[in-house]
């Protein structure tokens, strides 16, 4: 049984590989624009092709703000 989890989690760890995709200049933009416009993150997420966590992540590393706790 424990063998199928490990199995499952190494599928899983392929599955992702490669998906991270590397931040542009022109997606630095979008993202600062998206933040002076104050857009909700989920609707940020779903036009740039990121999770919320990763846009968050950004943000906070080129001390934008994004979200409702503005």
């Known amino acids: 049984m424990a063998r199928k989890a490990k199995t499952k989690v190494k599928a899983q760890a392929k599955a992702n590989v490669g998906s991270r ?35 968050r992540q950004k943000a906070m590393a080129l001390g934008l703000k994004l979200g409702h706790r503005r």
């Open 21 to 55: 995709e590397p931040w542009t200049k022109e997606h630095l933009r979008e993202l600062k624009a998206h933040s002076k416009s104050k857009t909700p993150v989920l609707d940020i997420a779903k036009t740039m092709g990121r999770t919320p966590g990763a846009l």
